[in-house]
């Protein structure tokens, strides 16, 4: 079974450009999650799908966030425009059902660097 | 607000046994999981806790105090692999088809020498 992969892997771009960020979540797993790691601090979560609909986004930090998930399969958050505190890892998971506890499988992250 | 503390960082030897705490003040409390993360890796899901008590998986083992706020991970017969961040993670949501976020501690770095 394929795991959650994210694309890019590294992404750097100068303040006040636009960056999009895809995650690929395991298939058949209703609940995609987007979280991000400001170096030092946290992990934060940022939002929470159900298929395509948004169930709670209440972490984002802001109107420059926009997240969606076509057709309840892969997501995209997209970043515009960026800003040098938008630098960190942003990660994405999902989770299916009450497996395990309601584990949530993550995938390797994006590292985003604003300049 | 809700706040995990777990220490920072934590060294041991190779057999040795460790034990990461992690205390916890969410303003809901669905369960407590802890997750592995490798440099530059994906955070890997280790073990969760609903109910009090230890859980054991392997050379891992979970315990968690609801009414301590209060859980711990404990890792034994060290190996130099298990070098990597800890991380514990509150879900404050309830259940049903909408499983909720996750809100983490800010992990801590588990060092094992040889």
């Known amino acids: 079974e394929a795991g959650v992969t994210q694309f890019p892997s590294h992404s750097v771009i100068e303040k006040g450009q636009t960056v999009t960020l895809r995650c690929d979540p395991i298939?058949?797993?209703?609940?995609l999650y987007w979280y991000r790691r400001v170096m030092g601090k946290e992990i934060k979560f940022l939002l929470h799908?159900?298929?395509?609909?948004?169930?709670?986004e209440s972490g984002m930090p802001n109107n420059r966030f926009l997240a969606e998930r076509t057709g309840g399969t892969y997501s995209t958050l997209k970043v515009q425009p960026a800003e040098l505190e938008d630098s960190g890892v942003y990660f994405c998971?999902?989770?299916?059902?009450?497996?395990?506890?309601?584990?949530?499988?993550f995938g390797p992250g994006t590292r985003l660097t604003v300049t | 607000g809700q706040s995990l503390e777990q220490p920072s960082e934590v060294t041991a030897v190779e057999g040795a046994i460790v034990q990461i705490n992690c205390t916890y003040q969410?303003?809901?409390?669905?369960?407590l999981s802890w997750y592995q993360q490798h440099d530059g890796g994906a955070p890997t899901f280790l073990s969760y806790?609903?109910?009090?008590g230890l859980e054991e998986t392997g050379r891992f083992s979970s315990f968690l105090s609801r009414s301590d706020s209060y859980g711990y991970l404990l890792l034994q017969e060290l190996q130099m692999k298990d070098s990597a961040s800890y991380f514990c993670?509150?879900?404050?949501?309830?259940?049903?088809?909408?499983?909720?976020?996750?809100?983490f501690g800010r992990g801590t770095q588990l060092t094992v020498w040889p």
């Open positions: 998971a999902s989770s299916q059902g009450r497996q395990r506890g309601y584990e949530q499988y």
């Open positions: 298939s058949g797993h209703d609940n």
């Open positions: 799908f159900v298929k395509e609909s948004k169930q709670d």
């Open positions: 969410t303003s809901g409390f669905y369960g």
């Open positions: 806790n609903a109910l009090d």
């Open positions: 993670a509150v879900r404050d949501q309830g259940g049903g088809s909408t499983l909720g976020r996750l809100y």
